[in-house]
């Protein structure tokens, strides 16, 4: 089977989804893989590593790059089409959306080529920009073969919005480039990672943290992503125990991040599913997450972390827990079991390629 991977994001998890898929893609006999990558990405000389065909598209780079590549898309889709037809390519998968994929797809299937999506969220987040997201949605699914979702919450808002879509169900991997990590030092009892917005509840974090200082005040919380904190969470900065780091995290230092951690805490009001929850259980960082969206299937009580309502009260007594170092670490044991399945990407390449084919 030929398949023209297609990923023009520069950072973050979907970089890192983009080439641990690729990298198990382009191991498999059965497969021939092109990929079609940006040439501003993070991770593009790992991508040139892999040895396969490769399409450096040069994208953009901040809001003034992006206005001056936008008069080039017509060339850029026109090239992404000839790479298409010259691989021979009998499906294209795109790993991620992109502000130009709804431009782009629709031409593919005109070609006559399969496009297969992998749709993380179906709908934008509360507080995160939404403009023309409908459309943009409408016009990948509309030019779809299948989709891949990673969550039954995202499956069901696709069906919904495409009913006769056939859908791959693929769970969220670890996004692991160079492997689990050696266990590290902890820096914290918890921590919470990822960008700072509303959605993921650090307002809810706020009030539980000052519940479970009064009954564990050695307690320590690390808060590290991108954004502003005082917009979200007013006042969690000044709690006792919380150190807040307000910056973007490189690939090559999140898995040490991660597993430099007694715990991840996830308090999200929302979720498609998180991609930083696979990372902990595979460095066996146990996990507490609030009970919604994909969190919940990607979590079982007990099998990895605890699940709880998403309020404060709940969230303190499940952080009350975890202190507890016997309950860690049995929870611990239980995250690496489930982590290392979803550490293994030659089998997610398996299933993935097995339903790509049932497609013909």
């Known amino acids: 089977m030929k398949i023209l991977l297609w990923y023009w994001g520069r950072r973050g998890g979907g970089a890192q989804h983009a080439f641990c898929l690729a990298r198990a893609l382009a191991a498999r006999p059965d497969v021939a893989l092109a990929l079609s990558v940006s040439a501003q990405g993070e991770l593009a000389g790992r991508f040139a590593g892999l040895g396969v065909p490769l399409r450096l598209v040069d994208t953009f780079d901040g809001a003034l790059g992006f206005a001056a590549a936008t008069l080039r898309l017509p060339g850029i889709v026109a090239d992404l089409r000839r790479q298409a037809a010259s691989f021979g390519a009998d499906v294209v998968v795109s790993v991620m959306s992109h502000v130009w994929t709804p431009l ?20 934008p987040h509360p507080g995160d920009p939404a403009l023309f997201w409908r459309w943009r949605m409408r016009r990948e699914l509309g ?66 943290w000052a519940l479970l200082r009064t009954t564990h005040p050695e307690a320590r919380l690390r808060v590290v992503g991108e954004g502003d ?35 991840l805490v996830l308090p999200y009001r929302e979720a498609s599913q998180s991609g930083v929850l696979p990372i902990a259980l595979a460095c ?74 049932g497609l013909a």
């Open 143 to 208: 030019a779809a073969r299948a989709a891949v979702v990673l969550s039954e919450a995202v499956a069901g808002l696709v069906a919904a919005e495409a009913p006769a879509l056939p859908l791959i169900r693929l769970p969220l991997g670890a996004h692991l480039p160079d492997g689990v990590p050696k266990p590290a030092k902890a820096t914290a009892d918890f921590l919470f990672f990822g960008r700072l917005r509303a959605y993921k509840g650090l307002d809810l974090l706020r009030d539980a």
């Open 284 to 357: 066996g960082v146990p996990v507490v997450a609030t009970r919604v969206g994909g969190l919940s299937e990607q979590l079982a009580e007990g099998e990895g972390g605890l699940l709880v309502p998403p309020e404060p009260a709940p969230l303190a007594a499940a952080m009350a827990r975890m202190m507890d170092p016997a309950t860690r670490a049995a929870l611990a044991v239980s995250a690496r079991r489930a982590g290392a399945a979803l550490s293994d990407w030659d089998a997610q390449a398996a299933a993935l390629v097995a339903a790509l084919r």
């Open 104 to 123: 782009a797809a629709p031409a593919l299937a005109r070609d006559g080529v399969r496009f297969v999506p992998i749709i993380h969220d179906a709908r």
């Open 229 to 263: 904190p005082e917009a979200v969470a007013p006042g969690l900065a000044a709690l006792p125990g919380v150190t807040i780091e307000a910056r973007w995290v490189a690939e090559a230092e999140m898995p040490m991040l991660i597993a430099g951690a007694r715990a």
